[in-house]
């Protein structure tokens, strides 16, 4: 071997470790190996259940080339019969050199020869070698036909050749397993993350729905960052680590109850015992009738009364927004106390109730809104624990950060615009605008797209969320697709 030779080898073998596209890689492979062999011709295999797959066939002297996405080959595998030079290679992992394949006794070369009838190519030697890994099992085979001279006329091939090529062969095996073991990786921590979500839905569906909307739109919105050539780039690793975050960003909502999380009204489940009480109110009037205490009119005029208030709780428990006459009226109901059965005097109406009617906006009390609050924070706390690799090592901070405000108005940590990367600021315009528009929401309805946008924009001139982002994912429309 020539120190010319020594060195093409020693740079194939690092093209081929430095790979990390399957495809290319496989096609690497076979292109590597040819060229170190100097060969015309030659046909990749990998190793399935039921034989060996063809992968990749190339005739550089036909310009035949086929294999890969853009033109798979529909020929049957190859069964795993000894009869097979290549199938002998996979079970026996040893390579073959056959110098004529019309002289060899010891393989059935019909196919090649029949393959040569039809292109009026003609197949002459050939060298087979087996690909292991690193832990020696079999994961292909590579099979080269006609090493050419000078003149480009086949001769047999060298066998001082046959070592080079099951490195290169080895190596390539090796460099493919480990691909595998990587796609495998990151299959397995893609299902772990649907399945946390998964989880979520089983606790509440429109939090999960929330979640892939969120994933669709995301995606949607770097796929248009891709086509318009958008400076604000994300290769391959922080496309993946960014979605992660989104997938996880509401992780810890598993931690909040769901009288809290799921409360429609402000009074969730207290609106059954004030309904009680109202008719408890109704029959202690009735007696009082019945009794002589009161007249006719008198037990019409406070059924009334009574009807009057609970229509009044109702609409109040189910409004978006309270205004200062609905505050007025609450406190006035506050006050209206009657005589139970055993002649104490009660309210109408209890402090717990009292506080949630007069929630101004939304359902949540202080303390329920603390609670929902919360879960970035029991999110930051589950994610803290997952040993991320190293590209996914922003993960957790910008999953637990996607309520924080740029002008410091936002939480837990309240922080402001310097310390929020574009990341996070992405994935809190893409968290507002699902949770205004969306329509399974138990406790609102959904918001319009131009009101919509009327609010971010508003919150983009308050100083919470970052316009320039916002424009871009206005401009994108990466948001048809979920509404």
């Not at 604000?232 to 922080?238: C, M, N, P, S, V």
Request: negative net charge.
């Amino acid at each position: 071997m020539t120190d010319a030779d020594m060195n093409r080898f020693l740079k194939m073998c690092l093209a081929l470790t430095s790979e990390y596209d399957r495809e290319a890689l496989l096609s690497g492979i076979l292109d590597t190996a040819m060229d170190l062999s100097h060969c015309d011709a030659g046909t990749l295999y990998l190793l399935e259940d039921d034989g060996l797959r063809f992968c990749r066939m190339v005739t550089r002297s036909m310009g035949i080339r086929q294999g890969g996405h853009d033109a798979p080959i529909s020929l049957p595998p190859v069964p795993p019969d000894e009869k097979y030079v290549c199938s002998w290679v996979a079970i026996h992992k040893q390579a073959i050199n056959v110098a004529d394949v019309r002289t060899d006794t010891h393989f059935d070369f019909t196919g090649s020869l029949r393959y040569d009838a039809m292109t009026g190519y003609r197949t002459k030697s050939m060298l087979v070698v087996p690909m292991s890994d690193d832990k020696g099992r079999l994961i292909g085979v590579t099979q080269l036909i006609n090493a050419l001279n000078e003149e480009g006329e086949p001769i047999p091939f060298d066998p001082n050749i046959e070592l080079m090529v099951s490195a290169i062969a080895s190596q390539a095996a090796i460099t493919a397993t480990n691909m595998l073991y990587n796609e495998q990786i990151n299959r397995l921590l893609d299902s772990l993350v649907e399945t946390l979500s998964t989880a979520i839905d089983e606790r509440s569906h429109y939090n999960a729905n929330h979640t892939r909307n969120m994933v669709r739109c995301g995606e949607a919105f770097l796929n248009w960052l891709d086509r318009t050539n958008h400076p604000w780039k994300f290769d391959e690793d922080k496309r993946r680590a960014f979605l992660m975050s989104v997938w996880l960003h509401d992780v810890g909502k598993l931690a909040v109850p769901l009288e809290v999380m799921d409360k429609r009204t402000r009074l969730g489940a207290l609106i059954e015992p004030l309904q009680e009480r109202f008719r408890a109110i109704g029959l202690l009037d009735k007696i009082a009738a019945l009794e002589g205490r009161i007249d006719e009119k008198e037990l019409e005029e406070r059924n009334r009364r009574r009807m009057g208030w609970l229509s009044f709780v109702n609409r109040v428990d189910n409004a978006l927004f309270l205004s200062e006459q609905d505050l007025k009226d609450i406190d006035a109901l506050s006050e209206l106390v009657f005589e139970d059965e055993y002649g104490e005097q009660r309210r109408w109406i209890t402090g717990e109730e009292y506080r949630c009617l007069t929630i101004r906006k939304g359902t949540l009390t202080q303390e329920e809104r603390a609670v929902m609050q919360s879960h970035v924070v029991v999110t930051a706390r589950i994610l803290s624990h997952v040993s991320f690799p190293r590209m996914f090592a922003q993960v957790p901070k910008w999953a637990a950060a996607h309520h924080e405000l740029l002008n410091g108005a936002g939480y837990p940590n309240h922080l402001t615009a310097k310390d929020i990367p574009k990341e996070v600021r992405l994935l809190t315009i893409l968290d507002v605008f699902d949770a205004l528009t969306a329509r399974d929401r138990p406790y609102k309805p959904a918001i319009s797209l131009g009101k919509t946008f009327g609010i971010l924009h508003d919150m983009a001139r308050n100083g919470e969320i970052d316009a320039e982002i916002l424009a871009l994912f206005e401009e994108s429309s990466a948001w048809e697709n979920i509404l």
